[in-house]
């Protein structure tokens, strides 16, 4: 399975769908697995020349690769006749002129398939009956043919008259040539440490590289930014938001945060370290005017505290030796902490762990 789709022997399907499968002229008899990355795999088929000899998967392109022979085609049991959508028009039952890409529209609001042609230009068809129609591309194409869901796993805007939605998604297509070229290929990678993160970058061939979707998902719940501009193309995927770069590189910020050095402070019940990791999470994808206006915040904080004095030196520090006392400056400490590390300021500004680390060490009590 490949995100989007389920392929077996017998075809594939828009996963997590009510669509009809698009079956092979001929079942594979088997499938053989070739090579194998952390970003892509490939597979050979034995099988009948009509139906594919191979597949192809990049998890930096959307969809997969069918490698196909001459006279290719597909079978669909659908009872409307599919429609076919080239560059300059769509086609209900004619053949298209010859493209490199035609997107393949289903009945019934099923979500539509795109057909891409990268080794060359093929015209395509639809033939038969209801229940039991053909899709056949150009008798001479060979080569590999890509499949992509160009707007998702639900149906492409069933606002719009069948018409307009055509010209539409036609329109899409057209602006976006990243879905009917060849998958981007990585060709550099760096890592650069920056203050409060870190920033890793890759670098393609070509536009069109899938931005992750857990940085998605981190971008919109955590410190995590995306720092190269990208098209948020639809979020109708079961696996969550998608994405591509619009450029050919890719650079994502990811927050890492810093530890306190020194003794642990601890006092009675948990009071949540996992919180201030959080919120300084949060602090390093805030613009500077939060951050400070943050600080401030703790700086009321402080002075909203009672005073006592230490018993050593006579001098007065803010809080109370009460354990609720000793838990209110602790909470304080981890926020004012959390400032000072996005902030990357010393660690020394900070009163509330100062005052507690006096209170644990008898000497300066």
């Given at each position: 399975?490949?995100?989007?789709?389920?392929?077996s022997s017998e075809g594939f399907v828009v996963d997590e769908s009510a669509a009809d499968v698009f079956r092979f002229a001929v079942p594979l008899r088997s499938v053989r697995l070739t090579s194998i990355t952390d970003r892509t795999a490939a597979w050979e088929t034995d099988a009948d020349l009509r139906s594919p000899q191979g597949f192809e998967a990049n998890l930096r392109s959307p969809g997969f690769v069918m490698r196909v022979r001459e006279?290719?085609?597909?079978?669909?049991r659908s009872l409307g006749r599919p429609v076919l959508t080239v560059d300059i028009a769509t086609y209900d039952g004619a053949p298209t002129p010859t493209t490199t890409w035609v997107l393949c529209s289903l009945p019934d609001g099923q979500p539509p398939i795109l057909f891409s042609f990268l080794d060359g230009i093929s015209d395509a068809r639809v033939t038969g009956a209801p229940g039991?129609?053909?899709?056949?591309?150009?008798a001479a194409y060979s080569g590999r043919i890509r499949v992509a869901l160009p707007f998702g796993q639900r149906p492409y805007r069933p606002d719009l008259t069948s018409a307009a939605r055509f010209g539409a998604a036609a329109r899409e297509l057209r602006s976006r040539k990243f879905w009917t070229s060849a998958p981007p290929r990585s060709i550099g990678y760096t890592a650069e440490?920056?203050?409060?993160?870190l920033i890793t970058r890759w670098t393609f061939d070509r536009p069109g590289a899938m931005v992750p979707t857990t940085a998605l998902l981190a971008s919109r719940l955590s410190g995590v930014r995306i720092e190269s501009p990208y098209d948020l193309l639809t979020e109708s995927f079961?696996?969550?938001p998608f994405g591509v770069a619009t450029g050919p590189e890719l650079a994502i910020r990811w927050p890492v945060p810093q530890r306190v050095r020194g003794k642990a402070v601890t006092w009675g019940a948990p009071f949540g370290p996992a919180l201030a990791a959080e919120e300084q999470?949060?602090?390093a994808a805030a613009d500077d005017s939060v951050r400070e206006a943050a600080l401030a915040a703790v700086h009321r904080r402080y002075a909203e505290l009672p005073r006592f004095r230490l018993p050593v030196s006579g001098s007065t520090a803010p809080g109370s030796l009460t354990p609720e006392g000793l838990q209110t400056l602790a909470r304080l400490a981890w926020d004012h902490q959390a400032?000072?590390?996005?902030?990357?300021?010393?660690s020394g500004a900070n009163l509330a762990l100062t005052v507690l680390?006096?209170?644990?060490?008898?000497?300066?009590y």
């Open positions: 399975m490949v995100p989007g789709f389920k392929i006279r290719f085609r597909l079978r669909l039991d129609w053909t899709l056949q591309f150009g440490s920056v203050p409060g993160g079961a696996e969550g999470i949060w602090l400032l000072l590390t996005v902030l990357d300021r010393p680390l006096w209170t644990m060490n008898h000497r300066t």
